[in-house]
């Protein structure tokens, strides 16, 4: 059998984030907005930058899972722009949580962070992400995130 992902990123993005903003808790969950103010886009597929602007949409559930919500841009290096929709899921234990919470440095195997991408462009040299999915494994920093992309073939 085959494998339905790619065994390498086509790309990994890091993005550069802005303070937490906490919302409140709501009927849903605990709501808070990271706003995205930059960052580089890298790989054997695709290389850009992260445009200012974009964010991340979080509730934090219950049982303390982030479910995450993030819409941003990517320009990439010959001035195509691609909208990037990202949903997904990070969980992993107590303290691992709270650690990130707090801003540590956590080994990105203590917890999970993976998200479903879609794109969308008008760029032509960019099209083939108008047909794909992909997954991306996530890692948290204090300021920052890192994904690395896989396609889903």
């Not at 990123?9 to 709501?31: D, H, K, W």
């Amino acid at each position: 059998m085959t494998s339905l992902v790619s065994s390498e990123p086509i790309f990994t993005i890091s993005a550069e984030l802005e303070a937490i903003m906490e919302l409140g808790r709501t009927p849903y969950g605990g709501r808070r907005i990271i706003g995205i103010l930059g960052g580089t886009v890298r790989g054997p597929k695709l290389n850009g930058r992260v445009l200012p602007g974009g964010a991340d949409w979080q509730i934090i559930r219950a049982d303390g899972a982030a479910d995450i919500q993030a819409r941003y841009t990517i320009e990439t290096d010959s001035g195509g722009r691609i909208l990037v929709n990202s949903e997904g899921l990070r969980h992993g234990p107590p303290e691992v949580l709270a650690a990130l919470a707090r801003g540590e440095v956590v080994d990105p195997a203590s917890y999970y962070f993976r998200t479903v991408m879609r794109f969308e462009t008008a760029d032509p040299a960019s099209d083939w992400l108008n047909r794909m999915l992909a997954i991306a494994r996530g890692q948290r920093e204090a300021r920052a995130v890192r994904l690395d992309v896989f396609a889903v073939e």
